[in-house]
């Protein structure tokens, strides 16, 4: 691959996709960075073609951070572009599950080592860390080696990097998740923690309340009022992409869905049905 003009795309939408971000900016790589949010697709980008060629005018490939979309990747292909995927969710039918990170095929791909990352003035432990939560979340920080105290380090950075992006403020979010945690109750195996708010996201704050409650990869049905529904750690999320569509995400051990304010989200007790299947 010809690191020098391949242009990466990648949105600033959570905490990986914002390390990968702060890498490629400390490396000088050329770079398009997104404003979409979670549920991100490629045909949005608007002039997406005009765009690479102005970060990088001999842009001859493009590596794009989970922004799918096949229809415009072989557009790019038809251009004359090379295109890199990186990515590990599946989304519908698209199956783009990896056991790798996106931070990690990143390092890969633009073939950046270790040396490279500390004269960069980056911590090694840290974007370890970051890699292995977004892979399969907090749990991968003890399956990583990482010490007690460096996992404290490694949680502290990532709410710092969630602080960084600002998403509806991070503190209103961890409030939200609170009362929703309080409120949590127990069926069928799975913890169930559900909010009346469609606009904040508690997804993630709960999760942390949940490593912090259990220390270990705990059944999950996370609800965010009327738009946003989350299994986490089931060995039947695939059953649940092909009943409701939706995206996998955590390794391909965790469902989620999104939902139009006047559609219907997939009711608990449904779940929980199909779950015991």
Do not use: C, F, W
């Given at each position: 691959?010809?690191?020098?003009?391949?242009?990466?795309?990648c949105p600033r939408n959570d905490e990986e996709s914002l390390q990968i971000i702060k890498i490629a900016k400390e490396l000088r790589i050329p770079m398009i960075v997104s404003e979409q949010g979670h549920g991100a697709v490629l045909e949005n980008e608007k002039d997406l073609?005009?765009?690479?060629?102005?970060?990088?005018?001999?842009?001859?490939?493009?590596?794009?951070?989970?922004?799918?979309?096949?229809?415009v990747e072989q557009e790019l292909q038809k251009a004359g572009f090379e295109v890199h995927?990186?990515?590990?969710?599946?989304?519908?039918?698209?199956?783009?599950l990896n056991d790798q990170s996106s931070l990690e095929q990143f390092l890969d791909l633009?073939?950046?080592?270790?040396?490279?990352?500390?004269?960069?003035g980056f911590d090694l432990v840290l974007i370890r860390a970051v890699a292995a939560v977004d892979r399969g979340f907090l749990w991968e920080l003890q399956k990583i080696g990482l010490s007690d105290e460096d996992q404290k380090r490694a949680i502290q950075y990532i709410k710092e990097l969630a602080y960084e992006l600002g998403r509806k403020e991070r503190k209103q979010e961890e409030k939200a998740a609170r009362k929703a945690w309080e409120g949590r109750r127990e069926q069928g195996g799975f913890l169930i923690i559900?909010?009346?708010?469609?606009?904040m996201d508690i997804r993630d704050a709960v999760s942390y309340f949940i490593f912090d409650e259990y220390g270990k990869p705990?059944?999950?049905?996370?609800?965010?009022?009327?738009?946003?529904l989350y299994v986490q750690e089931t060995d039947k999320a695939k059953d649940l992409i092909g009943k409701y569509k939706g995206f996998l995400f955590g390794g391909g051990g965790c469902w989620g869905m999104l939902s139009p304010r006047d559609g219907r989200l997939a009711e608990i007790d449904e779940l929980i049905e199909i779950l015991h299947k």
């Open positions: 691959m010809n690191n020098e003009h391949t242009v990466l795309v073609i005009e765009s690479i060629k102005l970060v990088d005018s001999a842009a001859s490939a493009v590596a794009i951070v989970e922004i799918p979309g096949v229809e995927i990186i990515d590990h969710h599946r989304y519908n039918d698209l199956d783009r633009y073939e950046i080592d270790d040396d490279e990352l500390k004269d960069a559900e909010s009346e708010d469609d606009d705990t059944p999950a049905i996370i609800k965010q009022g009327n738009r946003k």
